[in-house]
Structures are given as structure tokens and as C-alpha cells.
């Protein structure tokens, strides 16, 4: 899967070094199949979340993100508190029609390759808040790629639906340049 | 103790006062509407009476239950004489106003602005009587009791999301299934 330079030099235009990494890249592809499951596989070690958190079940998020749980066992131990730096956005609580263009403004920011995770059965469907005020899940809001139902989920669910996401990050395909 | 305050607005104001209680402990009062402010302003100044802390206020709406739809009720505390008060007043529905208690707590602001939000009580005299949990595009008053259940006013166009469970499409459990 190395790329040698000769190829890279034998390319017509090289702008930039982003373009020749990219160029490596997608030749690497080509030729292997495999490298696109060790990004993946990068990918999914090393997740920076988001934490948009708005209600009770932040407490659990800050358990599950504590030593006696410890996240940073799967790799995602580091929150990032701007969108722009964050892969990985944790829908933590209730949200409710009043959040919900602030939702889609921080899920918007953020940089592709990014996952959502609904944290909660407030974020998953609204939970017992069928009500005037509160959005019947954050899917109404973003596209969400793992539910954690709960009210609210113990440390282990949450484990329990990173590597799950972990999972799927390992098996996607075409995502490599956006 | 408790009775010390009912007898005194009784005796300061007569038929001002339309209605007492003073059941488990909890006094009661219910106020002629145009005399609400000069009621008021003797129980914070009255050196026997002295309530200083404004507790809280809220409506109740009794719908289709009570020809004069709406209360509007404020709770008050002394610190210093270390007893508690509240306050009534009954309005209909076509004229929903009551004078507003801001200008004599200040701390009656916020809660005066949440009744007003949830019930559509119009307070007059009161300083900034604008909506302060939802939001500004929202239609109606959603604690009233004949707001419908199921409206719902989002802000954004929501995404349409796929299966979603509902009472005639009930979630497939995989504890039902053979």
C-alpha cells in the first residue's frame, strides 16, 4: 500500500501538499482495499466529541467520561467545545423546538467525516416529553448514526454505543476525501 | 399567626377582599381586581404584615369548569414575620388583564412574564411583558387548557425520519417475536 515517490512525481499537477496527500491517498485505494479500513480503523480510535449537552443526562455523560468508567479506553476521551474540531457530536438531553436551529448550527459546522450520537431517550425520541415544546428526537433535527436509549443511560450503554458506532465507522466505505 | 393576616386585609379593606380561606395552614385570599394594587402595596409597607419576598406567580384555568375562566395567583413570604400569603384574583376570559405587582417587587418580573407566556395573562403596568420561555414566533399560550395537545411549532423544517413508532404502528419487540 506505500506509495512510492516516483508515482507521485509522475502525476501532472501537484498544487499542494494537501493534493499530493490526497493523490497518495486515493492511490493507495486503487490499489488496496485494505487501506480503507486502516483509516477507518484510525478513524474510529480516535474520536473528538462534541458534547452538546442540555439536560439531567449530562451527568451520566460526565460519568461514563470519568476514570471509573474511562472512555478514554476506546479513544474518545477528548471533548472538543467547538464544532469545528469535534468528528464525533454527542446529542446529550432534551431538545426542544427552541434548540433545535442551534442543533443544526453546530452539526453543520462541523467537518466531514462526522457522526452523531443521540445520548439518551430525550435525544432518541423525545422520551416523555410529548409535548408543545420539545422535538420528538434529534433525527428530526440531524441525522443520527447510534441511539442510546435510557432516562438516563448507565455508563455501560454509553460504552455499549461507542463501540457500536466504533463498528460501523470500521465498515464504512467512500468516505475517505469529502 | 396564621389568621392575624387574613383579619387584618379583612379589616383594612372590606369587600375588597371577596373571598378567604386559611385551609391546612395555607391563607388565602381572593382580591377585587381593581383594588389589587393598593392591596399589595399595605402588605409589603404594613409593619405587622410585612411580606417582602415575592414567592411566586401562575395562573390556573379552569376551562369549561368555572364561568370566570381564569385565576391568577401570586404567592408572598415575610422574612421577618415568617408567614406566608396568597393572593387571588379571578378574571374572564374575553378581558385577561390584572395589574401588574412588578412595581411593588421587582422580583415578581420574570414570574409575571412566564404567566403571560404560558396562560396569555396580560399584566398592565408591567415594565417588558414579553414572552420569556418560548419563543417569539410561537402562536398561543400553551398551558391553557383548550390549546391542542398535539400542536406543534417548530422553527425549522424538520427532516422526515423513517419508521418512527407510533400507538398504531407499535415498535417490533424482540421479546414478542417466536
Known amino acids: ?21 490526497e ?48 472512555i478514554s479506553r476506546f479513544g474518545a476521551e477528548i471533548p472538543r467545545f467547538t464544532p469545528r474540531q469535534a468528528d464525533l457530536l454527542w446529542i446529550v438531553g432534551t431538545i426542544t423546538h427552541k434548540q433545535a436551529p442551534i442543533l443544526r448550527r453546530v452539526w453543520e459546522q462541523m467537518l466531514e467525516p462526522k457522526w452523531a450520537i ?17 422535538a420528538q428526537g434529534a433525527d428530526q433535527i440531524i441525522p443520527i448514526d447510534i441511539y442510546i436509549p435510557g432516562c438516563p443511560p448507565r455508563p455501560e450503554q454509553v460504552l455499549d454505543g461507542l463501540v457500536m458506532l466504533q463498528n460501523k465507522i470500521q465498515k464504512e466505505k467512500g468516505r475517505m476525501m469529502v | 399567626m396564621a389568621k392575624v393576616v387574613l383579619e387584618r386585609l379583612r379589616r383594612k379593606f372590606g369587600d375588597a377582599i371577596v373571598e378567604t380561606s386559611s385551609e391546612l395552614g395555607d391563607d388565602c385570599a381572593v382580591v377585587a381586581r381593581e383594588k389589587l394594587g393598593e392591596v399589595a402595596e399595605f402588605l409589603r409597607d404594613d409593619r405587622e404584615l410585612a411580606f417582602d419576598m415575592p414567592i411566586d406567580c401562575t395562573a390556573l384555568d379552569w376551562f369549561q369548569k368555572r364561568e370566570v375562566r381564569f385565576d391568577v395567583v401570586w404567592h408572598l413570604y415575610s422574612m421577618t414575620k415568617k408567614h406566608r400569603l396568597r393572593l387571588k384574583v ?40 414579553k414572552r420569556i420561555l418560548l419563543y417569539e414566533e410561537f402562536v398561543g399560550h400553551p398551558l391553557r387548557k383548550d390549546y391542542p395537545i398535539d400542536r406543534r411549532q417548530p422553527l425549522i423544517p424538520l427532516r422526515k425520519v423513517k419508521d418512527v413508532p407510533t400507538a398504531k404502528n ?9
Not at chain 1, 435525544?123 to 410529548?130: E, H, L, P, Q
Not at chain 2, 419487540?173 to 417466536?178: C, G, I, T, W
Open chain 2, 170 to 178: 407499535p415498535p417490533k419487540s424482540r421479546l414478542n417475536q417466536p
Open chain 1, 23 to 70: 493523490g497518495w491517498l486515493r492511490e493507495a485505494i486503487e490499489k488496496s482495499p485494505t487501506t480503507q479500513q486502516v483509516v477507518n480503523w484510525g478513524r474510529k480510535y480516535s474520536l473528538f466529541g462534541y458534547p452538546f449537552v442540555t439536560a439531567c443526562c449530562g451527568m451520566e455523560y460526565m460519568s461514563a467520561f470519568s476514570p471509573r468508567y474511562d
Open chain 2, 90 to 129: 379571578r378574571v374572564a376570559e374575553d378581558d385577561p388583564t390584572v395589574p401588574s405587582l412588578t412595581p411593588v417587587w421587582r422580583g415578581m418580573n420574570w414570574h409575571e412574564r412566564e404567566t403571560w407566556d404560558m396562560y396569555g395573562i396580560r399584566f398592565t403596568g408591567h415594565p417588558d411583558l
Open chain 1, 1 to 21: 500500500m506505500a506509495a512510492d515517490e516516483t508515482t507521485l512525481l509522475k502525476s501532472d499537477v501537484i498544487v499542494t501538499r494537501a493534493d499530493a496527500a
Open chain 1, 118 to 134: 443521540a445520548f439518551g431517550v430525550c435525544a432518541s425520541t423525545g422520551g416523555f416529553y410529548d409535548n408543545y415544546s420539545v
